[in-house]
C-alpha cells in the first residue's frame, strides 16, 4: 500500500468512523490537518470562537443523534478551556472523542506538556499519538472506548511530527458493540418479590434509563407495581412527565424529596447516581428498615453513596422492562388491588402537582416581570408540538421542565452537569441532529455569558436555533445555594447577596445583532409568545431576551 502521511490517515479514521462533523477552534498545533481539511469535505468543520462552544455542541450532537461525536482542540491552553465541560462529560458518561494537537516529541529538551496526562482526570481514556503508524489504532480504540458502557469522553494528543510523518498505514474501523446487557434473572427474581411486597413502592429513573433501553420498561414497571415515578438528574425523557404516576425531579436539598424517599419501603433506582448533590448530609436518605434496589450499566455507580440491599447490573431500560416481564408474573390478586389504589393515589397527586403549577404560571403572568413559571407556560402555549428544547436555564430550569412536561422521546435535553456554559453550543449540536425541527435553547443569563461566542457559529454556518434567554440580571441558582447552605448550616437567612448580582445590565439583543442575527428584548407573556412564534418561522438563527423576575 502506499505511504501516507500521519494527517491524512487521522482524516481518513475519522471518515471510517462516519464522522460528519467536526466541532473545533484551531491552533498552531492543528496546522498540519488544518492545511488538507479542505482535501476532505464530507468532514464538516464548525468552527467555534471558544472551546466550551465546541465542547458543548459535541454534548448537544451525541445526545440528540445517538453518535459518538468529535471535537478539535489545540495544545494545553485550548485544551484547558475545554476541561471545564468534560469534567462533567466524565461525571455523566456522555460519549466523546476530544483530539490537540502537541508539540513534536522531539522537543523533549525545549519543554512541551503533556497533553494526555493533564486530560486523564477527566477521561475514560487518554491517551498521545507520537507516531503515524500508531494513528489508525488509537483512533480505532478512541471510539471504541467512547461508545462503549460505560460511555465517557476519551481525548487524544497527536505530536507534531506524527501530523508530517509518512507509514504504512491500514484505515480500518472500529466494531460497534450492538447488543445491549440484560440482567440477571435471579437478581430480577428477587427484586420482583420486593416490589410486589412492597406498600409504597417508588421508582426513580435517571438518563441512562433513556440511554439504555427506553422509558416504556420504566413505564410498564411503575404501573403495575403502583409506584410513584421521579426524575433524579433526569435531564431527558426518561418517563412521560404527562403520565399520571409522574411525581417530578428530586431534588435532595428539598425537605419534600428527603420525605419522599424515605417516606418509601422500597426504592428503584434506575440509571441515576444515588443520591448525587454538592453538599454535605449527614446520615442515608434511604430509611433504615426501607430497601433500595440500584440497577445501572455502570457497575462502579451501585452502592457509591447509600447502602444498597441489591444492585443489578444491566441496561437500565431493558432491566425495568424484566422488571415489569416477570412482575406481571408473580402479583398475587391482592397484590394487584393495592397497587391499583397506589396508582390511584398517585394520579391525584400528580393532578394536584400539575394544578399547583398551572396556578403558579398563571400568577407570574401577571407580575412584572414575568416569572419563570410564567415564561415556560408561554412556551409550552407557543412551540410547535415537534420542538426540540435543549434547557441550560440554570434555576430556572425546573420551571421549563414542569411547563413543558416532555413525554415523547429525542424532544428534551437539560444540562447534567455541575459547570454552566454547556447550553449555548449544545442547542448548536442538538439542532445538527435534528435539521427539519425547530430548537429552542433556553439558556441562565450567566451561563450563555460563559459561552456566548456561540451566537457567531449560529451565524457563521446558518444553524437556526432560537436562544431564549432567561435575563434575571444574577447568578440567582448561587442565592439559591447560598439559602441551602444557611440552612444546612442553622444560620439566618442571608440578609444580601454578595457578587451574585449583574448591576450593569448584560444586553443581548446587542450582541446578538453585532454578529447579525434576528434579536427582540420582551417583559411581557404576550410580547414574548410573539417573539417566540416570528422567531421560530423565521428560520433563521435569533435571540429572544426575556426579562423574568429573579427574586426568591
Same mark, same amino acid.
Request: glycine share 10%; with cysteine.
Given at each position: ?69 468529535? #471535537? +478539535? ?6 485544551? @484547558?478551556?475545554? =476541561?471545564?465541560?468534560?469534567?462533567? $462529560? %466524565?461525571?455523566? *458518561? ?114 441512562? #434509563? +433513556? ?6 420498561? @420504566?413505564?410498564? =414497571?411503575?404501573?403495575?407495581?403502583? $409506584? %410513584?415515578?421521579? *426524575? ?123 394544578? @399547583? ?7 407570574? $403572568? %401577571? ?186
Amino acid at each position: 500500500m502506499p505511504k501516507i502521511a500521519g494527517k491524512h490517515a487521522l482524516l481518513k479514521m475519522f471518515q471510517a468512523e462516519g464522522i460528519r462533523h467536526m466541532f473545533g477552534n484551531p491552533g498552531t498545533s492543528e496546522a498540519p490537518m488544518m492545511d488538507v481539511m479542505p482535501e476532505y469535505p464530507d468532514l464538516r468543520y464548525y468552527l467555534a470562537l471558544q472551546e466550551g462552544v465546541a465542547v458543548g455542541m459535541a454534548e448537544g450532537y451525541a445526545r440528540a443523534s445517538g453518535e459518538v461525536p468529535l #471535537v +478539535s482542540l489545540h495544545i494545553d491552553n485550548g485544551m @484547558a478551556n475545554g =476541561l471545564s465541560l468534560m469534567i462533567d $462529560m %466524565k461525571y455523566s *458518561g456522555t460519549p466523546m472523542v476530544l483530539t490537540a494537537g502537541n508539540k513534536d516529541i522531539r522537543k523533549m529538551a525545549a519543554g512541551r506538556s503533556d497533553l494526555a496526562e493533564m486530560a486523564r482526570p477527566f477521561a475514560k481514556w487518554s491517551t498521545e499519538i507520537t507516531h503515524p503508524e500508531q494513528m489508525a489504532s488509537v483512533i480505532r480504540r478512541a471510539f471504541q472506548e467512547a461508545r462503549t458502557a460505560p460511555t465517557g469522553p476519551v481525548f487524544v494528543s497527536v505530536s507534531a511530527n506524527a501530523f508530517d510523518d509518512v507509514a504504512d498505514i491500514d484505515i480500518l474501523p472500529s466494531t460497534a458493540v450492538r447488543s445491549l446487557p440484560q440482567a440477571d434473572s435471579n437478581a430480577i427474581e428477587e427484586a420482583c418479590k420486593l416490589i410486589a411486597n412492597a406498600e409504597r413502592p417508588i421508582l426513580i429513573v435517571g438518563d441512562r #434509563v +433513556s440511554e439504555y433501553g427506553g422509558a416504556e420498561g @420504566a413505564v410498564r =414497571l411503575a404501573e403495575l407495581g403502583g $409506584m %410513584k415515578a421521579y *426524575g433524579h438528574l433526569s435531564t431527558a425523557m426518561n418517563f412521560p412527565a404527562t403520565h399520571p404516576l409522574w411525581q417530578g425531579g428530586l431534588n435532595m436539598r428539598t425537605q419534600e424529596a428527603v420525605d419522599a424517599v424515605r417516606a418509601a419501603d422500597v426504592v428503584v433506582a434506575a440509571g441515576c447516581p444515588v443520591f448525587e448533590d454538592f453538599f454535605y448530609q449527614p446520615g442515608q436518605f434511604v430509611a433504615s428498615d426501607s430497601k433500595l434496589i440500584h440497577i445501572d450499566i455502570n457497575a462502579g455507580e451501585i452502592g457509591k453513596s447509600e447502602p444498597t440491599d441489591l444492585g443489578i447490573i444491566g441496561a437500565p431500560g431493558i432491566a425495568l422492562g424484566q422488571l415489569a416481564d416477570q412482575l406481571s408474573e408473580v402479583m398475587s390478586g391482592s397484590q394487584i388491588e393495592s397497587a391499583k389504589g397506589r396508582a390511584a393515589q398517585a394520579a391525584q397527586q400528580s393532578a394536584a402537582r400539575r394544578s @399547583a403549577f398551572l396556578e403558579l404560571a398563571a400568577k407570574g $403572568m %401577571k407580575s412584572s416581570p414575568m416569572t419563570a413559571a410564567a415564561m415556560g407556560k408561554v412556551m409550552a402555549d407557543t412551540m410547535p408540538e415537534d420542538t426540540v428544547v435543549f434547557n441550560d436555564g440554570v434555576s430556572s430550569s425546573g420551571f421549563v421542565f414542569d411547563a413543558l412536561q416532555p413525554s415523547r422521546p429525542g424532544s428534551y435535553f437539560g444540562c447534567r452537569g455541575q459547570a454552566i456554559g454547556w447550553g449555548m453550543g449544545a442547542t448548536l449540536g442538538v439542532k445538527l441532529a435534528n435539521m427539519d425541527r425547530p430548537t429552542v435553547g433556553v439558556i441562565g443569563d450567566g451561563s450563555a455569558m460563559m459561552t456566548i461566542q456561540a451566537l457567531y457559529t449560529s451565524v457563521n454556518h446558518n444553524v437556526p436555533v432560537v436562544y431564549v434567554m432567561c435575563n434575571n440580571s444574577s447568578y440567582r441558582v448561587l442565592k439559591v445555594n447560598m439559602n441551602h447552605y444557611h440552612r444546612l448550616n442553622k444560620m439566618a437567612m442571608p440578609s444580601h447577596y454578595f457578587g451574585f448580582d449583574f448591576p450593569a445590565e448584560i444586553d443581548f439583543v446587542a450582541q446578538a445583532k453585532a454578529y447579525g442575527m434576528r434579536g427582540e428584548r420582551v417583559e411581557r407573556p404576550e410580547e414574548f409568545a410573539n417573539a417566540l412564534d416570528g422567531a421560530i418561522k423565521s428560520g433563521e438563527p435569533a435571540v429572544i431576551d426575556v426579562i423574568i423576575d429573579g427574586s426568591l
